[in-house]
């Protein structure tokens, strides 16, 4: 299984992002979806999940009415679509799959990249 995360770059305040995570292999569509962040110098920060029939969503607070999380499973694809970003966005942000079919992660697994599989990452900066 391979996660490619793609869509980061450098945008204003205010501005937005769509973020690809591409999932080789079968099942993609039996397994939940998270979206995890780093910020420079800090931990990994839990962002979405997204259920595999994509009608289940959550989001942190943080990002919550700014940010929305998407699947597409024709394309064994994932989104995080990002709006009105702040500077305190700025953050390596990596999708993460679970082994287990229909069973998410927690968010304490969450802060261990040993545990599913993980993309490489893609950059976001946000900055004026």
């Known amino acids: 299984v391979q996660l490619v995360e793609s869509g980061g770059g450098s945008v204003q305040p205010g501005g937005s992002l769509k973020l690809s995570c591409v999932v080789s292999g079968s099942s993609f569509n039996v397994h939940w979806i998270h979206w995890v962040r780093q910020a420079p110098g800090r931990g990994l920060e839990w962002v979405s999940n997204i259920n595999p029939n994509g009608i289940g969503t959550a989001h942190a607070d943080s990002v919550r009415g700014r940010f929305t999380v998407s699947r597409d499973n024709a394309k064994n694809t994932a989104y995080l679509q990002m709006n009105a970003l702040k500077p305190e966005d700025t953050a390596v942000y990596y999708c993460?799959?679970?082994?287990?079919?229909?069973?998410?992660?927690?968010?304490?697994?969450?802060?261990?990249?040993?545990?599913?599989?993980w993309g490489q990452g893609t950059q976001v900066t946000v900055s004026s």
């Open positions: 993460v799959r679970g082994k287990i079919p229909w069973l998410g992660l927690s968010n304490s697994e969450l802060q261990n990249k040993s545990i599913g599989f």
